[in-house]
């Protein structure tokens, strides 16, 4: 039996650990923790949706016969930290592996990968976010090339990779960017703008 822990924002069904797991063997582990709602400022409607979220998502995961053990928030709990939930998760149902998809938050992702295997005494997995157009190995590569980075050329590799406003190797609207025109002193009067008509379709698709 192994361990798939969801965070926050990966709320998919088709997200890598789910499909990576086995429903009626492993067990899913949502919690809702001091740490992961504090370590910057958020609004409090904000952590009060991803919170309901979180919820309506483990229900509905266990509609569909998944095992999910769900820690819900309490301010005085001793559960501060993700680790001290699998950790006591641990001590109640021990598993062979902690299975989770790859962090969107740097912080998260560097302790996991740094000192959760060893603390928890737990073998990890850490796959990949396939709700990406581009792996963290390959943005390395692609970075990897160049003395200085700039994301308006990241943005144009992954845009010739997906075909995504392009049209035969070309962008749409035959420009990479309109940051020129962006830049440009408002005069005080307004203006009327010309769009790319298939460009805004494409958008809006």
């Known amino acids: 039996m192994r361990f798939g822990l969801i965070l926050g924002d990966q709320l998919h069904h088709q997200l890598s650990t789910l499909k990576f797991l086995n429903r009626t063997q492993d067990v899913i582990l949502m919690a809702e923790v001091m740490e992961e709602s504090t370590y910057v400022s958020h609004h409090p409607q904000k952590i009060a949706l991803i919170f309901?979220?979180?919820?309506?998502?483990?229900?509905?995961?266990?509609?569909?016969?998944?095992?999910?053990?769900?820690?819900?928030?309490?301010?005085?709990?001793?559960?501060?930290?993700?680790?001290?939930?699998?950790?006591?998760?641990?001590?109640?149902?021990?598993?062979?592996?902690?299975?989770?998809t790859h962090c969107g938050e740097y912080r998260l992702q560097h302790e996991i990968?740094?000192?959760?295997?060893?603390?928890?005494?737990?073998?990890?997995?850490c796959l990949n976010d396939d709700r990406f157009f581009c792996s963290p190995a390959?943005?390395?590569?692609?970075?990897?090339?160049?003395?200085?980075?700039?994301?308006?050329?990241?943005?144009?590799e992954m845009r010739k990779q997906t075909g995504y406003l392009m049209q035969q190797q070309q962008p749409l609207g035959k420009q990479w960017n309109y940051d020129s025109a962006n830049r440009k002193t408002w005069s005080g009067q307004p203006c009327l703008l010309r769009y790319d008509l298939s460009l805004i379709r494409l958008i809006w698709m």
Do not use: C
Request: charged share 20%.
């Open 52 to 100: 309901s979220a979180m919820r309506h998502f483990a229900k509905e995961l266990k509609a569909q016969g998944w095992r999910v053990r769900y820690h819900p928030f309490q301010r005085d709990s001793r559960l501060r930290k993700l680790i001290d939930f699998v950790d006591a998760q641990q001590q109640v149902l021990p598993a062979t592996a902690l299975v989770i």
């Open 113 to 125: 990968e740094n000192h959760w295997s060893s603390q928890l005494q737990l073998p990890l997995h």
């Open 138 to 156: 390959q943005f390395r590569q692609w970075a990897s090339q160049y003395h200085s980075l700039r994301m308006e050329y990241f943005y144009r």
